[in-house]
């Protein structure tokens, strides 16, 4: 038994943010089906309406519907559907869904018990509500950018969609609190998160030095410490490419002196506490570098973990891709998908001992299980499946046979 | 009612990680009781036992205990507050609980329906289990930093601590997950999230980018689309500072040559489709770039939004702090805090419909609620307690009077 075991999603998710949240339900056991516009969502319509590979990667063990919501038969099917599901997640624009007729008021009156789940931009209230919200611009105008970068260069993004991805994990957290909520109370509810408001929280060091340093607090430090107030703490140039190594404590300092043998700085006046070697920081970082500059990012990880200093190599995405640990634990696993051939797909991050892995389906093609879902949800026949595809309601797909 | 109400937390967290998703359940109406050591969490001992700056922003709404869990008796008490608690978090590295005896095994033997959750950085088996985990050097492990920066500059941090916090909702997400399914089966589990695993996700969009380059493909890109293959999509000087602005459909580009007023630009075959465009990145970025440093952020989002193009003044954390929107929303409340005095203090991200938002309570000294607790939770008496103290358990604290 998963813990999401028997529970129905109607996921009509686009680009990352509803559907990474559909992806960990499905993980967690749930039937996921997601539910796509003609043509497919604008993930697949950039590739004709097959699956592109970041598509992949965010709809694996996730059932496939192609449902035309402009029509008057497409819309009462996806009604039908609600009826019988636990959970509908989608990230349109605010206002879309009630649009088209099938807005949270008008599902959950017709099933009370169903969560309505919105991950909006900015939220669907206050003066903001309609700002086009794709993950770049919310980093800017949340702040993200403005501490990312070099001190005197510009702004910059930072290179994961971190808004996207923040906000649909926390989007996942409100659907699974209605959730619990709703086995005490027997009610759903809606629920929402704004990819602004999701991201503000990991400022919070960030927030801790404008706080501590006023106006002048340096916004952007490369990969200094937000506060410039600790040292050694950067990205040091290998033989082969990069290590961050960080001493937060002064025993870590004390460890990094021993590791790069260099015992002869433990007295020396201008590195002895972490207060002087601020003071010395460019020199710090100097000392630091001529040891890593001679040595490969294995050698310098294997000496900081012998001596527990906070170290590690900055990895590339193929190195990170087919990283042992993340293969062992099954975050990562090899399939082989019917559209793209040989990829590492990702299981979900949350681990629920006793629990086996979910077993990895590929993403399915557009409209791939349109007799097999209505079957199995509604109980409809073949036939009746034609009748809706006649009435505009639906498309159905063959399956994938690449 | 609030979706948490009635759920006993005890919140054993330290940093961002397991406090951020203590945060959360406390802001969805559970008892979080924060459990610290004697001295208070790192955070604090940093300011000889008062709070910080970041770790109030964390740890609003929760009661405070300062347990020594290296004598018999704190030792007991962490196991009498376990039995009558449903969620214990931690985020200490791997194997910490089981030494100081209160591990997993040991308390969900004494309590099956308690769920043990812990974040890590790397997870609790894998060859890297013992991996020292800050949030920066798990951006550089885990791919963030290849991805972050200039292309003809070093790898560099993205300026939130986004292992830190990706990892901590997703914690959330994985204790409600298990709470839920307790709910359908009464029992408890032990759940996990590590660092590494929760940000391998949020890379989607650049994995894509390597798929479909190749080793060639371009690895950071600063500030433009990650496999160079949209334009305009940059970050552009503005005469009081930066905005972003992101062309990812033709009719992007074409609004935003109305609200330039380049309509001369429409039938340009430098710029006509995006293909060409690509071919002409530079001319491209210098053309936004010309009409962007003649005007202002504001000037230059409001035209956006007036043409419908996805665009955001770069903000820094000041502006954030005080925007109207997430105020109106309550993501942010000015609260007089008793140690640190007016600070803008965040709520959640997660917005159930019709709950009320949670009335803040600033975060608690060390300590502070010893008695309380104890009575609320145990049926202690102010002579119990003092005998907890006596036998080295516990401290009993001041509450706040700055």
Not at 178 to 192: D, F, S, W
Request: overall charge negative; charged content about 25%.
């Amino acid at each position: 038994m998963s813990p999401l075991d028997g529970l129905r999603v109607l996921d009509l998710g686009q680009y990352y943010q509803a559907p990474y949240a559909g992806l960990l339900m499905a993980m967690a056991g749930a039937d996921v089906v997601k539910v796509e516009p003609p043509g497919g969502e604008p993930m697949r319509r950039r590739m004709d309406g097959s699956t592109s590979y970041p598509q992949a990667l965010l709809n694996s063990n996730k059932r496939a519907l192609e449902i035309d919501l402009k029509t008057p038969a497409g819309r009462d099917l996806l009604v039908s559907l609600s009826r019988s599901a636990d959970v509908l997640v989608e990230n349109f624009a605010p206002g879309v869904m009630d649009r088209l007729g099938v807005g949270p008021d008008v599902l959950r009156a017709q099933n009370p018990r169903l969560i309505y789940a919105s991950g909006t931009g900015y939220g669907s209230t206050g003066p903001d509500r309609d700002g086009l919200a794709l993950d770049v611009v919310v980093q800017a105008v949340s702040g993200v950018m403005s501490v990312t970068g070099e001190p005197d260069g510009p702004p910059q993004k930072a290179g994961p969609a971190v808004a996207d991805f923040l906000s649909g994990i926390h989007l996942y957290g409100a659907i699974v609190t209605a959730l619990y909520e709703r086995e005490r109370t027997g009610t759903g509810r809606r629920v929402e998160v704004a990819m602004q408001d999701a991201v503000y929280p990991s400022l919070t060091s960030n927030l801790g030095s404008l706080h501590y340093g006023g106006p002048d607090a340096p916004r952007r430090v490369g990969s200094r410490h937000g506060g410039l107030a600790v040292t050694p703490y950067n990205v040091y140039e290998a033989a082969d490419g990069h290590v961050a190594i960080i001493c937060s404590t002064e025993d870590h300092w004390r460890r990094l002196c021993h590791a790069m043998g260099r015992e002869d700085l433990l007295d020396d006046p201008r590195f002895d506490t972490n207060r002087h070697r601020v003071d010395h920081m460019q020199e710090t970082d100097d000392v630091v570098l001529e040891w890593t500059r001679a040595h490969t990012r294995d050698e310098i990880t294997r000496a900081a973990r012998k001596h527990a200093v906070p170290a590690g190599p900055v990895r590339d995405l193929a190195e990170v891709m087919n990283d042992p640990q993340l293969h062992e634990r099954g975050m990562l696993e090899w399939i082989d998908h019917p559209e793209l051939g040989r990829i590492a797909a990702p299981r979900s991050p949350l681990r629920f001992q006793d629990v086996p892995l979910a077993e990895l389906r590929p993403s399915p093609r557009l409209g791939e299980h349109a007799d097999e879902v209505l079957g199995d949800w509604l109980g409809l026949s073949r036939d009746d499946v034609t009748a809706l595809e006649s009435a505009g309601a639906l498309k159905r797909r063959r399956a994938a046979s690449a």
